[in-house]
């Protein structure tokens, strides 16, 4: 038998295309990949409009409401199905819209395709293979022969009709109806996991004393162990977030997790300077998976109405533990070495690495499936059931070029990821800037020569304020949610950081101002000023994230990363040029400027509240529901 074949067609029948057209799920984008499940009934509920009806939505410009009518019944049946589709793939190709990103962006998906096709466009586009033509049939002419004048397979079925997916809304295995225990435990988990993770990286700020008398250092070189730790913090949550979405959290957070906890310890036992500045950058590097994944856990878990709740917990872990690592690493240093600052952190992390082992499930809604198809073809022995997802295998060099770079991508391309993350990043630096601060106002002028990280309790005090005053607002946001048909509003989440950003620069200039006039001014004054700063820097920080996560859903590992790397930039950089500012400035000055700055982004969440519905129907990768 010949080595070639002709092309062997593999496209659909009549018959499965009209299934596929009728076939919609119990709640749409089975994936409560992209949106939340409960709420995307709201589409496939509308009643069908009348002829009338339909041509003024048309009318309005509506991407939603063509595929609407479109799948209600009519006399055309699938001719005006087809140019409904081909209408909208103009649309697309005169906006440069990704044509397979752009129903599921849109929220139009919900009537329009099968949760299995729905399921395969998510894992093309995280895989980076969106671009490609998918195969329609299969090419025998440059194959190999079967040998023994064996003929070639027959073409199999269509695929999609074995793709497994979630069975209804309330499918147990959906992280979304796991029991409210279980999920609290893992986002207490998860929280605890980046609380140890940024403990690492302001704890050795307590060390810096001790490290200059050993290494006969300045303490701009001894600072670098806090700066090159957050600059790793930079540089790989543009791996991780990618890696996330294709391969699952819980591979990625242990992974991190683990090799944190080897590098911290290595940085325990090292000898040398070189050492130990190497080891503080790797540690940050390889743990730094927490700061863009476990935001993406919350949404894989949380539907919109209680999402807040929980990022709220994780946003409490990323901002406590700059501040209370400093408090805890000037006892250690009093009484030990400043190796047991590593020692202590890298025992409570690994602690935190156990529990995740033993108890984190896999909360990645595509990942879930795949682990269902393995599972279900072990129990068969049919190797023809699989997962959408199982599709997404790359090569390393095809995660470099298609996945690892979207989050940088996304954050120079994107006005409201860039403009959002300015803010978040300008706002983590002056956490960070802090601990240079406070050791100069309480210790180098009120003569705090012992405990003199105290004061920063005030900064925890207004943290926790601004926590519980988040949550209370939350039933503001859900109000607004369930008005809008239960589809998130990422713009109602910035209310509270309008008050928080007005509240942010008062706290800077009254502890600059207040704090470089000891001998005028009880040091009480200053530190009530922290509160005031601690509950700006909260009230900035939550609705960045919340925010974030209802712009870009699916993708919001990838945004999380971008701002990520830019806010630990700003993070890392901050600390350097800290002492110099406050020491040939003054206080009173230095605080003045970063104060003016603060007041200068006041705009920012005004001019998203205003124009950030537009900003997103105009992005690639946000979505409008």
């Known amino acids: 038998m010949s080595s070639t074949a002709p092309l062997v067609s593999a496209s659909e029948s009549s018959e499965a295309k009209t299934r596929r057209s009728s076939d919609q799920g119990s709640h749409g984008v089975d994936g409560h990949y992209y949106m939340d499940a409960r709420n995307t009934n709201n589409v496939s509920q509308n009643k069908t409009t009348s002829g009338d009806e339909a041509v003024g939505a048309r009318d309005t410009g509506s991407e939603l409401d063509p595929l609407v009518s479109a799948s209600q019944p009519s006399e055309d049946g699938d001719d005006e199905y087809a140019d409904v589709v081909q ?56 194959c190999l022969p079967m040998g023994g004048d064996r003929p070639f397979p027959p073409v199999l079925p269509d695929r999609e009709q074995f793709e497994v997916a979630f069975d209804g809304p309330n499918d147990p295995l959906h992280p979304y109806n796991w029991p409210h225990s279980k999920r609290a435990f893992l986002c207490a988990l998860l929280g605890l996991n980046a609380l140890s993770v940024v403990m690492g990286s302001s704890i050795f700020a307590s060390a810096v004393t001790q490290i200059c008398e050993i290494y006969h250092v300045a303490q701009v070189v001894a600072i670098l162990g806090v700066t090159l730790f957050v600059f790793g913090f930079a540089a790989s949550p543009v791996i991780y977030a990618p890696l996330s979405e294709l391969y699952g959290r819980q591979k990625m957070l242990i992974m991190s997790s683990f090799g944190y906890v080897c590098f911290t310890f290595a940085c325990a036992v090292s000898k040398d300077l070189q050492s130990i500045l190497i080891t503080r950058f790797f540690a940050g590097f390889i743990g730094a998976a927490p700061l863009a994944i476990v935001p993406a856990c919350m949404f894989d878990m949380y539907d919109n109405e209680s999402r807040g709740t929980a990022v709220t917990i994780f946003a409490m872990g990323v901002f406590m533990g700059p501040i209370l690592a400093p408090v805890f690493g000037s006892y250690i240093t009093q009484y030990t070495t400043w190796r047991w600052t590593q020692y202590v952190t890298g025992m409570f992390a690994g602690v935190v690495t156990l529990l995740l082992a033993y108890f984190y499930e896999e909360t990645h809604h595509p990942t879930i499936l795949v682990k269902k198809a393995r599972k279900m073809r072990e129990q068969t022995g049919n190797w023809g059931i699989r997962a959408a997802h199982e599709d997404a295998e790359l090569s390393l060099k095809d995660i470099a070029q298609k996945t690892i770079t979207r989050p940088i991508y996304m954050l120079v391309t994107e006005p409201i990821l860039f403009c959002i993350t300015l803010y978040h990043a300008f706002v983590y630096g002056i956490l960070y800037l802090m601990l240079e601060a406070y050791p100069i106002v309480f210790e180098g002028k009120y003569h705090f020569y012992k405990n003199g990280e105290l004061p920063y309790i005030a900064l925890l005090v207004g943290m926790g304020v601004n926590a519980v005053y988040n949550v209370y607002e939350e039933k503001f946001y859900i109000r607004q949610v369930r008005a809008n048909d239960g589809k998130p509003l990422p713009e109602a989440r910035l209310r509270t950081m309008v008050i928080a950003g007005v509240v942010f620069p008062i706290g800077i200039l009254w502890f600059c101002w207040t704090g470089n006039y000891p001998d005028k001014v009880h040091f009480m004054v200053p530190t009530v000023a922290g509160s005031f700063i601690g509950f700006g820097l909260i009230g900035i920080f939550l609705p960045c994230f919340n925010y974030l996560i209802d712009s870009y859903l699916f993708l919001a590992a990838s945004a999380i990363a971008g701002n990520t790397f830019m806010r630990s930039a700003f993070g890392a950089s901050f600390p350097l040029f800290a002492g110099f500012m406050f020491e040939n400035m003054g ?23 205003k124009y950030g519905k537009q900003l997103r129907q105009r992005s690639k990768f946000a979505f409008v529901l």
């Open 87 to 142: 209408n909208l793939e103009a649309k697309e190709a005169a906006s440069q819209a990704d044509p397979d990103l752009e129903l599921i962006r849109t929220g139009t998906n919900a009537t329009s395709e099968t949760s299995a096709r729905i399921n395969r466009r998510v894992s093309r586009f995280l895989s980076g293979s969106h671009m490609e033509p998918e195969k329609t049939g299969i090419d025998y002419s440059n």
């Open 587 to 609: 206080v009173n000055w230095a605080g003045l400027l970063l104060g003016l700055f603060a007041l200068a982004m006041i705009p920012v969440p005004l001019l998203l509240m």
